[in-house]
């Protein structure tokens, strides 16, 4: 879980705006939980924006609206039904603990083809590997600018991807540097989770476009 320190607080037409200390890996749609700043700012909220200029509310059809005179970086805005706030300075947290359940040990276990017994230790690295393999596929793609949902995949491509990378970890259990362990006399194979294939089908690393 990473959490961040506020400097800044406001409220305007119902959405309120926390700055922050320092950059974040906060998205869009991710919930946050704010704490030590007051009983109007704090509690558990969903990200609406990440406003890079200072807010001035919002107009007849609900968008918000931003004066470009005023940057101010690191900022998060969600929905808040309260008085407004002047913008003054602030102490407190948000703590963003993104959890990603994209595919299951259920569905990697089909993907291997095998069956592991629980409790086991492979079973233990199972789960290990499909937690650090959905974070790091999640990871990498909010890097590459999308916005997806913790808890459904964005679609099949993204499923596939993410099981193939999953399984790779699992794989490479006992495994040294880049290759699996093996006792076979031919020597040991090499070994690449993030494979071609595998950011292919998550879509990474997107083109920039100008």
């Known amino acids: ?66 004066d470009y005179q005023v940057p101010i ?24 603990d993104p959890v990603c359940t994209w595919v299951t040990a259920a569905q990697v276990m089909s993907f291997l083809g095998i069956t592991i017994s629980n409790p086991s230790d492979d079973y233990t690295l199972l789960t290990q590997s499909v937690s650090a393999g959905n974070q790091f596929c999640y990871r990498r793609r909010q890097e590459s600018s999308y916005i997806d949902s913790l808890s459904v995949s964005p679609g099949g491509d993204v499923t596939l991807g993410t099981l193939m990378y999953c399984a790779a970890l699992w794989r490479s259990r006992g495994s040294i540097e880049a290759t699996y362990a093996t006792f076979d006399g031919m020597g040991s194979a090499p070994q690449q989770s993030l494979t071609p294939i595998v950011k292919q089908l998550l879509g990474i690393p997107r083109p920039a476009v100008a």
């Open 1 to 66: 879980m990473a959490t961040y320190t506020v400097t800044n607080k406001y409220l305007i037409d119902n959405f309120a705006v926390l700055q922050l200390l320092t950059p974040s890996e906060i998205a869009v749609g991710s919930s946050i939980t704010v704490a030590g700043v007051d009983a109007t700012f704090n509690g558990t909220y969903t990200v609406r924006a990440l406003p890079q200029y200072l807010f001035i509310g919002i107009d007849t059809e609900g968008d918000l609206l931003y």
């Open 73 to 96: 970086a690191d900022q998060v805005l969600y929905a808040k039904t309260a008085s407004d706030v002047e913008r003054v300075a602030a102490s407190g947290t948000v703590a963003y």
